[in-house]
């Protein structure tokens, strides 16, 4: 057990080691770069030459797989630790770059499940940016009912031949490897002809499409395979028994869910305006006081927040001392909602000015704010819905019965 | 690892994790095992129905004195423990469980702080060191208004020769009727101030309140009641910022009792979704009322982090302390209300009655929500203290 003041002093280190290299420029919410930095890829160009350096420093020092043996170019930190590197670098705005779904979700079943070989072609990869990871779990007709999939892998000698449709697979068309649920058994129980293979997106026969959302943005693709040869020692995990990893991967989405909205702050590196600043902004005298009734929306919406924010340290601090912590659903359907109040709210406060789609008389920021409303919808679909959310509430938490 | 730059400012104190520690947990083990043998909740209605005028139980009030638990925040050397806020909010959290009313809020974080943050030696040693041995119960008189207000009072205090004379009326206090020393709030000439005040003082008339929750609180009137110079607690005319700060602090207080009220009623709801048997199976099976439930849940969840971490800034002194305290007054009431609500109707028919145990939960809802502020005066306060306020 590290003690206290062995932290205290890593945390020094840590923010001493960011004072000295972080760039200015990480805290340009839209530095070009950004993409690049936080999810990597054989694609992925660092054009400035000071984020580059700041980048390759980051890589050098393991941070980006903070609890990765060295050998996986991970530095090989305790749980305590790494939080405190997630802390110290979301304080200077470079939390982003330590998040990805390679690392974060598929990294950790690869080093559970992976063969050693496997082990090796993809951790040290993953852990340096090198290579950018996407999930393939959803299809066009099985969304939350997910062992149902029907994406189908024939064996073939040393192959398997892969027909079928993914959906909803996030920045699928900026990624290189995607963690892939394929059936490989049509006559076995829904939940036990599942298989994980990890494929090459590169392979032929693979067409990513992006899908327009109502946003505008298009961070989720349609990803079809057409007899897409896979060799099989690109399986992770034994054949048919690929639920089993799924379940046992929802952990690290879990943990994944946590850190990811731990960084949240620190994520655009851009300091949003504070609800009351926008309400004021919005009337006649900005000087004025605000209405009691507009104050208190604000009020409540800050609270539930605060809450928010408290719950997420809470779990992080109940997970760190083994006693019982708030489950990720919790924090998973609460984020949803608490995101989705608040960006209805901006809307509110800012009234007509925040109804445009283009045109010179409304501010980047007001765009923005009703892109952020629009997207903020999904919020409480992707992952699991917040009505699957609950249901994982009520029968894992509340222990009530199957209906 | 690079060598510390020179220019680097040490890291800022580490935030107190929000957990219980070892010794909290003992606490808990022990304030549950007493609470289970000294105040169960069919106390409640067996006091009612015998005419009870004490509004809690004595025998209760003198266990938490042995076990030294009241007097747990108030300083050592004045015959408490010196714990912190932390400690109290462990016990105030158990008693809420069993809705188990004991002296705790009125002497020792109201009276009690008040006295020991500004009370001179003697007023402390002649009042605190009682408190502990539970030979007193202090009360603090400073509601004027059926809505909690921190503005000025309209009980006056005029200045005479040798002391002050009180003139106003005081609502809702709690413990009032059992007290035996009053510390009023009043305002002189010059501010706000406070006063110890013998409730037996000539003009002193003290009617009792029997509470929809089964508590009793008093409505105080002071017509023309003399105190002398060495009544007065503090400067006179400067009591207001020692009051707010005990007034957070109990207000922490009192939402660790109603996060423990809540906790409670859920966990005996859902315990009563899977025992309950409708169309062949647990009504805990369908799914419309999993989901009440596991909302429910949630906003406890988001509860129970808000009380802990107004909790650890009140012991931290840290500058948000204060809208912490309303942020967590302003939840818990609405979420005691509503779950109180939420209780009776997923209890049924049953939970109407006075039987069971949902009915003894939504009056206290109803008691504590409108209690040191409800949620509309919090979120106020939370805007007022976050410069949007109106």
Redesign the interface.
């Known amino acids: 057990m590290t003690t206290?003041a062995a932290?205290?002093s890593f945390?020094?280190?840590v923010?001493?080691?960011f004072?000295?290299?972080t760039p200015a420029a990480i805290a340009d919410s839209r530095h070009p770069d950004r993409g690049a930095m936080a999810w990597g890829g054989r694609r992925a160009r660092i054009e400035d030459p000071a984020m580059r350096t700041f980048y390759d420093e980051l890589v050098a020092t393991g941070w980006i797989a903070p609890t990765w043996s060295k050998d996986e170019s991970g530095a090989g930190l305790s749980a305590a630790e790494a939080a405190i590197v997630r802390d110290e670098a979301t304080r200077v705005s470079a939390g982003f770059v330590l998040q990805n779904f390679g690392t974060l979700m598929v990294g950790p079943l690869i080093r559970d499940f992976g063969t050693d070989e496997q082990r090796r072609r993809h951790l040290t990869a993953m852990a340096r940016g090198e290579i950018a990871w996407c999930l393939g779990f959803s299809e066009p007709d099985h969304g939350s009912d997910l062992a149902g999939l029907q994406c189908r892998a024939v064996r073939d000698g040393e192959v398997y031949v892969v027909t079928g449709a993914k959906v909803w697979n996030s920045r699928a068309h900026r990624s290189d490897f995607m963690e892939l649920l394929v059936r490989t058994d049509p006559d076995a129980p829904k939940h036990h002809g599942i298989s994980v293979l990890m494929v090459d997106l590169s392979t032929p026969g693979i067409s990513i499409s992006p899908i327009e959302l109502i946003s505008g943005g298009s961070d989720f693709c349609e990803t079809r395979f057409d007899e897409v040869r896979v060799p099989v020692d690109h399986r992770l995990g034994p054949e048919h028994d690929g639920w089993r990893l799924v379940q046992h991967g929802l952990r690290f989405e879990r943990e994944a869910v946590v850190t990811m909205a731990m960084a949240e702050t620190g994520f655009t590196g851009r300091k949003r305006a504070t609800l009351?600043e926008i309400?004021?902004h919005h009337q006649v005298d900005p000087s004025a006081?605000?209405?009691?009734d507009v104050?208190?929306q604000?009020?409540?919406a800050?609270?539930?927040q605060?809450?928010?924010r408290?719950?997420q340290?809470?779990a992080a601090?109940?997970a760190?001392?083994g006693?019982p912590a708030?489950h990720p659903s919790?924090l998973k359907?609460?984020g949803a909602k608490v995101t989705q109040r608040r960006r209805d709210l901006e809307m509110a406060l800012r009234g007509t000015s925040a109804i445009g789609w283009k045109g010179a008389a409304y501010t980047d920021e007001s765009l923005r704010s009703s892109r952020e409303w629009l997207r903020a919808f999904g919020l409480s679909i992707e992952g699991g819905t917040s009505?699957i959310?609950?249901?994982i509430?009520?029968r894992r938490?509340?222990?009530?019965?199957?209906? | 690892m690079t060598a510390v730059s020179s220019t680097v400012s040490a890291p800022s104190r580490r935030p107190r994790p929000l957990v219980l520690d070892d010794e909290q947990l003992l606490l808990r083990d022990a304030a549950r095992a007493l609470v289970a043998e000294c105040a169960p909740m069919a106390d409640l209605r067996d006091r009612r129905a015998a005419g009870d005028d004490v509004g809690f139980d004595r025998a209760l009030h003198r266990r938490l004195v042995e076990l030294g638990w009241l007097g747990i925040t108030l300083p050592v050397d004045q015959g408490g423990s010196g714990g912190r806020l932390a400690d109290a909010a462990v016990l105030f959290e158990v008693l809420g469980a069993n809705l188990a009313p004991a002296p705790l809020l009125s002497s020792e974080l109201l009276a009690g702080r008040l006295l020991a943050i500004a009370g001179d030696p003697t007023q402390q040693s002649a009042w605190l060191p009682a408190v502990c041995a539970g030979q007193a119960i202090l009360a603090l008189a400073f509601e004027d208004r059926h809505h909690h207000d921190r503005s000025s009072p309209f009980t006056t205090a005029t200045r005479q020769s040798g002391g002050y004379v009180l003139q106003g009326a005081k609502r809702e206090v709690i413990d009032g009727h059992v007290a035996d020393q009053l510390v009023v709030v009043a305002r002189s000439s010059s501010g706000c101030s406070a006063f110890l005040v013998n409730p037996t003082s000539p003009g002193v008339t003290i009617r009792r309140n029997h509470l929809i929750d089964h508590r009793i609180s008093a409505d105080i009137s002071f017509d023309g009641v003399v105190v002398d110079d060495d009544a007065l607690v503090g400067e006179e005319g400067a009591i207001d910022a020692v009051l707010d700060g005990v007034l957070d602090r109990a207000t922490v207080a009192l939402c660790a009792e109603m996060l423990g009220s809540a906790q409670a009623i859920f966990d005996r709801t859902v315990a009563y979704l899977r025992d309950r048997v409708q169309f062949d199976q647990p009504i805990g099976s369908f799914q419309a009322l999993q989901h009440r439930a596991a909302i429910w849940h949630c906003d406890l969840e988001l509860a129970r982090s808000l009380v802990m971490a107004a909790v650890a800034a009140v012991d931290d002194e840290d500058p948000e302390a204060a809208a912490l305290a309303s942020a967590a007054k302003a939840t818990l009431s609405d979420l005691l209300l509503r779950s109180g609500a939420e209780a009776i109707q997923l209890h049924g028919g049953i939970g109407m009655t006075y039987e069971a145990d949902p009915g003894l939960f939504v009056t206290r809802a109803r008691v504590a929500a409108a209690l040191l502020g409800d949620a509309t005066f919090h979120r106020r306060r939370f805007a007022t203290l976050n410069g949007y306020g109106p």
């Open positions: 206290a932290l205290d945390r020094a280190d923010r001493a080691w004072a000295e290299h009351d309400a004021r006081p605000l209405p009691g104050a208190s604000i009020a409540a800050e609270i539930e605060l809450a928010f408290a719950t340290r809470r601090d109940a760190r001392a006693q708030p919790v359907y609460v009505e959310q609950l249901n509430i009520a938490v509340l222990d009530l019965p199957l209906g």
